[in-house]
């Protein structure tokens, strides 16, 4: 029977540097100071971090993300680099009829530029491809925000549409751009 004393901790090995650790408590410290350092800059491309002003506030983030993960709705894992965390990459949403995953993903600002993340995203779709909880990928940021938008990008996403006015941030209604990705666990596994 499935039930949160069965539950195991998900690790998955990107390369030698970099691992992705499952959502659990023992995190919520060092992910409360890495969202205080960063605040001011992921503020400008996401909503959330304004509401995040207490340690008590990531603590019901990562139990409610704890439940979601094991339970195949959300998938959200901590990216380590040498043992440090530096920042987080999830299926903030998975939709199991359509295989479908909804990514989220941020990085501390001195880890970025090295590819930590693309490393990290890749690993984990692929994860999840060669499990056949996911065949599609999607990744939804505004438009200003250049560099999710080079993440999408590098990573093979195609840009789909632009969503207007779809994303309420700082006072204000932005656009959106839509990618996708789909992988083919046939011939992702050939390779």
């Known amino acids: 029977m499935d039930t949160p004393q069965t539950w195991q901790d998900e690790v998955i090995s990107v390369d ?13 410290d060092p992910l409360f100071e890495l969202i205080l350092r960063n605040k001011d800059w992921l503020q400008q491309s996401m909503n959330w971090p ?93 438009v200003t925000n250049t560099a999710s938008n080079q993440v999408a990008q590098r990573n093979g996403f195609a840009l789909e549409g632009r969503l207007r006015e779809a994303e309420f941030l700082n006072g204000a209604y932005h656009d959106q751009n839509i990618y996708g990705r789909i992988i083919d666990a046939s011939k992702a596994c050939a390779k």
């Open 16 to 28: 030698s540097h970099i691992q992705l650790h499952s959502v659990h408590e023992r995190f919520v």
């Open 50 to 142: 304004q509401f995040v002003n207490a340690r008590e506030d990531t603590v019901k983030t990562v139990q409610g993300n704890y439940l979601l993960h094991h339970r195949n709705i959300t998938k959200m894992f901590m990216i380590l680099c040498k043992s440090k965390l530096v920042g987080v990459v999830s299926f903030n949403l998975i939709e199991p009829t359509n295989k479908t995953a909804y990514i989220g993903y941020w990085l501390d600002e001195a880890a970025q530029g090295k590819g930590i993340l693309s490393r990290s995203l890749n690993a984990m779709m692929m994860k999840y491809v060669q499990e056949g909880l996911v065949r599609r990928f999607v990744i939804k940021c505004i």
